[in-house]
């Protein structure tokens, strides 16, 4: 698959370079928060000359990567710290931050780096928990949250393989995540979907508010699916419900 650029996320991470705040990527799992902050300005902070030794990239979504807890949110805030050596500029990459600690640890693990005056941070993160109106709420002012959606059409069709006429009718149906494009049948992408759709967001759900009774959700996700762009409402819900 062709790289994506996405230069207008790009341009939004360099407008707010060392601007003393925490950069947050928040957004729809798997509309390519990970790929912006490890490889698209990552490869923008190396063209810039920023030495590579100066630009730490930490994934705590592989625990491979550490040879100790990172539920431990104080080891992991002393571990970033051992990583900075000396007093000149460090960009500090963290992806899926909502792995530190537990109970949202991971802010005050962020709020006392940004005491560090020479670290610039930018994270990502995708729970349930990790939604633009908690961050605003949990960071005080010092979070600068960047929503990331997924493709739009134009970044789809520099990427995709065969005709915009082809395209737009992929796209129409499927969507704009970035993973489709690398699907080459009807049968993979809509497998796809439908995986991503009940592990992932149905899951994220089912956290956020403690739903118990999952036949209940199932059903009303499958009204919603069906009305796509029609008016409803609850009380509308509640009486098909009971119809």
């Known amino acids: ?42 490869d923008y902070l190396v063209k810039e000359g920023i030495n590579n030794n100066h630009i730490i990239y930490l994934s705590f979504d592989n625990n491979l990567d550490f040879d100790f807890d990172i539920k431990n949110a104080k080891l992991v805030l002393e571990f970033i710290k051992s990583k900075i ?42 729970n349930s928990k990790f939604l633009s109106k908690d961050i605003a709420t949990e960071f005080r002012g010092r979070g600068d949250v960047i ?13 995709y393989k065969g005709s915009i006429y082809e395209a737009f009718d992929d796209y129409f149906l499927y969507g704009g995540l970035p993973l489709i ?15 991503l759709f009940a592990e992932t967001y149905t899951a994220d759900i089912k956290e956020r508010y403690n739903i118990k009774n999952l ?29």
């Open 1 to 42: 698959m062709k790289e994506i650029k996405r230069d207008n996320y790009l341009e939004k991470l360099v407008k707010r370079m060392d601007n003393g705040l925490i950069k947050i990527i928040t957004g729809l799992r798997r509309s390519g928060k990970s790929y912006l902050l490890e490889h698209i300005f990552k």
């Open 181 to 195: 494009l690398s699907y080459d049948s009807d049968e993979d992408k809509a497998k796809y979907l439908k995986n």
């Open 147 to 159: 929503h990331l959606y997924p493709l739009t059409f134009k970044e789809y069709i520099e990427s």
């Open 85 to 126: 050596k000396d007093n000149k500029k460090y960009y500090l990459l963290l992806d899926e931050v909502q792995k530190i600690g537990n109970n949202n640890e991971f802010v005050d693990v962020l709020n006392s780096l940004l005491h560090l005056k020479n670290v610039d941070i930018y994270v990502t993160g995708s």
């Open 215 to 243: 036949i209940a959700l199932d059903e009303l996700l499958n009204i919603l699916s069906s009305n796509v762009g029609s008016l409803t409402n609850p009380s509308k819900l509640a009486n098909t419900f009971k119809s």
